[in-house]
């Protein structure tokens, strides 16, 4: 399959990606490729101009400076899967880009074109919103336009395949605060079984006690709902209870009521069924996370 | 576009159309015809190659995002006439029936080895997730890649 015809160019720093797509109409920025070459070759996007970042070296890397894990946007799902620094940093991070697709999309596809792609169905965006993430996003800058800002991950999506991105906008890095010693923080999913990509998924972090008892919850649910969904009646329900079986098949069952009514469906999972599935996902990372279960 | 690639230790450069998919390029461009366009939809692993030491699966990289890339294909890993371990634990196990996984199937099991040299029969199966054959049932190719991994460490 062929994609409709395109100018290509390749961008060798932030500016002049910003550059080129500010004063082309109808450009697109090119990553991993992994979403937008697909949708190209089904013709369901058609840019008239691809802009290929994937040379930018200032895009990639991983670090950890005062208490925060910052990772450059084109930086590989393979490359935070094989990172030590990210295992320490954020575990559950680290765990969900290893269960991306399979090895050849994880060698290809970077954090940053998974989270401006917005597919419902990816991981990432479930995990950044539960673990509070900040996304850092370069513009042209000058007075009346916008230079550089940071979104943090609640605010960042604002549909199916949209989020907060301008046209001109470029996402450059993602900081996630380094999990503590006493938080636990996991992700769980029904996995598309072709693909991987999450039927529903469910992330949490949890900070716990010496006495098992939750002190402070952050849940959230995607891959049913347009954007990630945080669990606000889940989260007050588990926090101040001890993290027994009881107290967190009751606190998850009250995912339902957070998940509004906008309920996606497919052939693969109906809107009902992948309701149901929720409280169910999210039982299963809150054992993982707790130790009740083991993967 | 005028691109520059080296192909299995060769340098080409050749004028391509920007939507050229890698695969294309290498099958109908170079001639090399052992990488197989199978689901064209990045599911199924038969156009699986290596792009700067990692693998790609070709129907879903564009021709010029391989500019100044080194790659390897099916017919770059022998030397000198010598089967790939990979490719005779392939042979010998029967991990082929038809044979059109088969040269993305050994591409992936040649990094999956370069990263776990001692894989469990589970991170086999886990590292050919991307590679689909409808034949073999799997079996034989998951022993081919043990028996590869064996004969490689000794
Ligand atoms: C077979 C298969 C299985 C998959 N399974 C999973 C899975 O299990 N879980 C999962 O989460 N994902 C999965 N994916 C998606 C994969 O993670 C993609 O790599 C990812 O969604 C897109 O990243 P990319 O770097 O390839 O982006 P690209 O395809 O290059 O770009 C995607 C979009 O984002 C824009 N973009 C990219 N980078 C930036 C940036 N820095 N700033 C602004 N805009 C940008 C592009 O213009 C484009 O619109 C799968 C994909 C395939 C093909
Ligand atoms: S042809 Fe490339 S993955 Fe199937
Ligand atoms: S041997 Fe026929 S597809 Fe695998």
């Not at chain 1, 930018?56 to 450059?72: D, P, Q, Y």
């Not at chain 1, 450059?172 to 503590?180: K, Q």
């Not at chain 2, 693998?55 to 000198?80: M, P």
């Not at chain 2, 029967?94 to 099991?109: E, F, K």
């Amino acid at each position: 399959m062929f994609a409709t015809e395109f100018e290509y160019k390749k961008a060798s720093s932030i500016s002049e990606a910003i550059q080129l797509l500010s004063s082309n109409e109808g450009a697109k920025i090119l990553a991993g490729g992994h979403s937008l070459l697909p949708m190209m070759k089904l013709r369901l996007a058609r840019p008239t101009m691809v802009i290929d970042i994937g040379g930018i070296e200032e895009m990639r890397g991983i670090s950890v400076e005062n208490g925060t894990l910052r990772i450059g946007a084109l930086t590989t799902h393979a490359q935070i899967a094989d990172s030590h620094v990210v295992q320490e940093a954020a575990g559950i991070l680290w765990e969900t880009a290893y269960g991306i697709g399979d090895p050849q999309v994880r060698n290809r596809g970077t954090i940053g074109g998974n989270v401006s792609h917005a597919d419902p169905a990816s991981d990432l965006p479930t995990v950044l919103t539960v673990v509070d993430a900040k996304f850092t996003i370069q513009g042209q800058g000058g007075i009346t336009r916008r230079g550089s800002r940071t979104v943090s991950a609640g605010d960042f999506f604002v549909g199916p395949f949209t989020t907060v991105l301008a046209e001109n906008e470029v996402l450059t890095a993602i900081e996630i605060p380094v999990l503590a010693e006493n938080q636990k923080a996991e992700y769980a999913k029904m996995a598309h079984p072709a693909t991987s990509f999450a039927v529903v998924g469910a992330g949490v972090v949890l900070t716990v006690d010496n006495n098992n008892v939750c002190t402070a919850a952050r849940v959230a649910v995607g891959g049913l709902t347009p954007t990630p969904t945080r669990g606000p009646s889940v989260e007050a329900a588990l926090v101040g209870k001890e993290l027994t079986d009881e107290n967190i098949a009751a606190a998850t069952a009250l995912i339902d009521g957070d998940l509004g009514s906008d309920i996606l469906g497919d052939i693969f999972a109906s809107a009902e069924y992948r309701r149901a599935m929720a409280a169910i996902e999210l039982k299963h990372a809150i054992f993982h996370a707790t130790g009740l279960a083991h993967h | 576009m005028n691109i520059q690639v080296t192909v299995n230790g060769k340098s080409h450069e050749k004028e391509v159309d920007p939507r050229l998919l890698l695969v294309h390029f290498l099958r109908e461009d170079l001639g090399l015809t052992g990488t197989k366009i199978g689901c064209d939809t990045s599911q199924c692993g038969a156009c699986v190659v290596k792009m700067d030491g990692v693998t790609v699966k070709s129907c879903t990289c564009l021709a010029v995002q391989a500019d100044g890339s080194e790659i390897t294909t099916i017919e770059g890993i022998a030397t000198n006439g010598e089967l790939h371990p990979v490719q005779e634990a392939f042979w010998e196990k029967h991990g082929l029936q038809c044979g059109y996984c088969t040269a993305g199937m050994i591409m992936t099991t040649v990094e999956l080895l370069e990263k776990n040299p001692d894989p469990s029969e589970d991170q086999v199966r886990e590292g050919l997730k991307g590679n689909i054959c409808r034949c073999t049932g799997y079996q034989n190719i998951v022993r081919a890649v043990l028996a590869a991994a064996e004969a490689q460490r000794s």
